[in-house]
């Protein structure tokens, strides 16, 4: 096609040519008058005589004419042509899109510098033609518009006279109707969109017609309008609202879900997550192809009740309405360590404070169940054994210790002898070592715990009480799905779990992890 535009162009612009031609070469139109439609290709015979005494070869021959509304050619003629021969041939041009009258061309025959002319007539009749068109999808979900295209174009090179209409029927009742009298100019496009708001559940049909210059057409397309089978489950797991929609073939996308006044739309795998820290009744609204769902989660969230007993700390684990919940993960942090444990039945968990040791506790339940719960105890360390006058070493009586109560030390005897000066100056040497030793890594270097339980890694990082921790990292190779950090940057990368944070001194983070 780009060649023939090129040819087109190149022949438009060749230079006008006499009529008087050459004495040793003439063209002749076999038939001067041919009739033509606009969209039509015209055959133009015509037959070239040698008037010389010299074989002729390679003879060119083409057509000029109006600048506009004709396509040309050219067409060699390859043929020798001996002297007072004659060759017969035809050449074709295009007829465009142009108005209905006669129109002289002229037909020429060039070989080397010399040439022949001959005029011709093309008659371009009346032509009454156009299409129609309607574009609409075949198939829409329930809930969404659909928007109809109806187009009527002229190809006629006159102005087409006539009437046009449509119509829109869902299973047999018209929903839309139009008709009326008009006209297309050339090259007229009629259009008209129509957006039904999203219609009901059926079949419907679109009928466009026209009748233009004694010509009946017309174009019917159908589309449906259908429901899906859609199942969703809605439910709260690991500080999360979880909402999912599915079919016979898979979780469905882009179903409109709304939770606590937030929209979203279902991923690929038609879900959708929502992250929650407050206990409430969520309201979750699903937008299933037009049929809307209200369904409600109750999230609740753990309390945790300690209480120190006869050298342990027992932490009973309720819900928000005050319901025992067993099963729970318990984590007791304390300045030796980590103990952890699980809630029985009657949601109570006793923590080791010989592996915690004394002092400020911070008593942790999880559930991928429930929000997590928190507290915080301060248990005083019992007073070592005294001996009294009779020799007879003496215990401190036991008793329940309420919470953030401090055992008080019994009053010093008056009589000591030279051998427990001697155990006692002992005791306070080693006491100094250990305090300093302590002290060292309290003062000065960060403090790693770390714990694995069933299927749960924990981790506790505390600051050195001299110094921030800036950019500190933990890297640890542990298989895990999932990760969470009290503060800080947790992830998951290349099979490995890393954990960036800064503390203040003395601060403390945690981290668990669900393991693959």
């Excluded at 509304?69 to 043929?79: A, E, L, N």
């Excluded at 997550?273 to 699903?286: A, D, F, I, K, M």
Aim: aromatic content about 8%.
């Amino acid at each position: 096609m780009c060649a023939l535009l090129m040819v087109t162009l190149l022949l438009v612009h060749m230079p006008a040519v006499s009529s008087e031609g050459s004495s040793l070469l003439s063209v002749t139109v076999l038939n001067d008058n041919i009739p033509a439609l606009p969209g039509s290709t015209v055959v133009v015979p015509f037959s070239i005589t040698n008037l010389g005494n010299e074989t002729i070869n390679n003879v060119t021959v083409y057509v000029t004419g109006p600048a506009q509304g004709f396509q040309y050619s050219v067409k060699v003629i390859r043929t020798p042509i001996e002297p007072g021969k004659s060759v017969n041939d035809t050449i074709s041009l295009n007829v465009l899109n142009v108005p209905p009258g006669k129109y002289n061309l002229t037909l020429v025959a060039r070989a080397g510098n010399f040439y022949s002319t001959a005029k011709f007539v093309v008659s371009v009749g009346v032509l009454s033609d156009y299409s129609l068109s309607v574009e609409v999808g075949g198939r829409y979900i329930y809930g969404n518009d659909v928007v109809i295209t109806l187009k009527a174009i002229s190809k006629s090179n006159g102005v087409l006279l006539g009437s046009l209409g449509y119509e829109i029927v869902r299973e047999g009742v018209i929903l839309k109707s139009y008709e009326n009298s008009t006209y297309l100019n050339p090259g007229e496009v009629w259009e008209k969109v129509i957006v039904l708001k999203k219609p009901d559940v059926g079949n419907y049909t679109v009928v466009l017609w026209a009748n233009f210059g004694g010509k009946y057409k017309r174009v019917v397309k159908t589309f449906e309008v259908y429901q899906r089978k859609l199942q969703y489950e809605v439910y709260f797991r690991d500080g999360a609202i979880y909402v999912r929609v599915f079919n016979s073939t898979g979780g469905v996308p882009d179903i409109a879900v709304s939770i606590d006044n937030v929209t979203f739309k279902t991923d690929v795998d038609g879900e959708v997550s929502y992250l929650v820290n407050e206990p409430g009744v969520y309201r979750v609204t699903l937008n299933l192809d037009g049929r809307i769902v209200t369904t409600f989660v109750d999230v609740k969230k753990l309390i945790v009740s300690p209480r120190v007993l006869n050298g342990s700390i027992v932490v009973r684990v309720m819900d928000s309405t005050g319901v025992p919940v067993p099963n729970v993960t318990v984590v007791a942090s304390g300045p030796l360590g980590t103990d952890y444990s699980v809630t029985n039945s009657s949601g109570i968990a006793v923590v080791n404070l010989n592996k915690t040791g004394y002092g400020s506790i911070v008593i942790k339940a999880e559930s991928d169940r429930y929000l997590p719960g928190e507290a915080v105890v301060t248990v005083s360390k019992p007073p070592f054994p005294t001996t009294s006058s009779s020799g007879q070493t003496q215990a401190p009586p036991s008793t329940s210790s309420p919470l953030n109560t401090t055992t008080q030390f019994p009053p010093r005897t008056s009589e000591a002898t030279p051998s427990g000066s001697t155990h006692v100056g002992l005791i306070l040497i080693l006491a100094g070592l250990l305090l300093a030793g302590t002290s060292y890594l309290a003062f000065a270097v960060p403090i790693v715990h770390e714990e694995t339980l069933d299927r749960y890694y924990f981790l506790k990082v505390r600051a050195p009480r001299l110094r921030p921790l800036k950019n500190y990292r933990v890297e640890r190779a542990v298989n895990a799905v999932e990760v969470r950090a009290t503060k800080g940057n947790a992830k998951l990368e290349n099979g490995k779990l890393v954990w960036e944070l800064d503390l203040e001194p003395g601060e403390e983070a945690y981290l668990q992890a669900v393991l693959g």
